[in-house]
């Protein structure tokens, strides 16, 4: 977080910089100091309220650029930040900058319909070729909210992620992307991911499925139809087929 310390005026000092946090329960306190009175600035005393930065912050000192550091960030450094300059004889000069604390998604919720709900799953049941297969998947929580998208393998297959309704049944902002395989094949024996990315620095949370697909072989589709056929026949008391027609 950088300050200036520059003097607004030729041969005034900087006498003492100070931090605050304005989204601190007590925004009015400093939370670190840098006192160069009577000392260069290279020389100042620092201070790091224990209660906020503590340890996690050092000063760095470049001409009349003072940065703070802060290594490593927690959530709750998140906020508005106002660095004030007290000079001998300036004014003194307030200047603010707002930290953006990136948080990963506290949860990411695969589900799947059963009746009108939604439930959780872990692994796929077994699926017959050509069945339709619906996903959901939930990304909870997040900073900044999250884009989640499905892949197969590593084609993207949907990116059309929106605001949760609930799905998770979790507290807090959720986004979720529902995925609609409509006719399951030999091209979906791949990797099914979903992926929720809230930042360009940072791995994204993954979750990912294996599909266990049945094949319906043709043969053993004629073979059902036939016996369909021959109970149809039984039915309606046909007395004799012809004699090229048979079965097992």
């Avoid at 603010?96 to 872990?122: C, H, I, Y």
Wanted: proline content about 10%.
């Amino acid at each position: 977080m950088p300050c200036s310390a520059r003097p607004p005026a030729p041969g005034d000092h900087l006498q003492m910089l100070l931090w605050y946090c304005e989204s601190a329960p007590d925004s009015g306190v400093p939370i670190l100091r840098v006192d160069a009175r009577g000392r260069p600035l290279s020389q100042a005393r620092r201070w790091s309220s224990p209660s906020w930065f503590g340890e996690r912050a050092r000063v760095v000192v470049d001409g009349d650029l003072v940065r703070v550091v802060v290594q490593p960030l927690l959530d709750r450094d998140h906020g508005v930040y106002r660095c004030r300059a007290d000079f001998r004889n300036s004014p003194t000069r307030n200047s603010r900058l707002s930290l953006f604390v990136s948080l990963p998604p506290a949860q990411l919720l695969v589900t799947q319909p059963e009746g009108a709900a939604w439930v959780p799953v872990d692994v796929l049941a077994p699926l017959t070729e050509g069945q339709e297969l619906s996903l959901a998947c939930e990304a909870v929580g997040g900073r900044p909210p999250p884009s989640v998208t499905w892949l197969l393998g590593e084609r993207v297959v949907d990116d059309s992620w929106e605001a949760g309704s609930g799905a998770a049944g979790g507290a807090g902002a959720s986004v979720v992307n529902k995925l609609v395989l409509p006719a399951l094949g030999r091209q979906h024996l791949q990797p099914l991911v979903c992926r929720a990315a809230f930042d360009p620095g940072a791995p994204p949370l993954e979750r990912e499925l294996f599909l266990d697909l049945h094949r319906e072989y043709r043969e053993l589709r004629e073979l059902r139809e036939l016996r369909e056929l021959r109970e149809h026949y039984r039915d309606k008391g046909t007395p004799r087929l012809r004699d090229d027609f048979w079965w097992w």
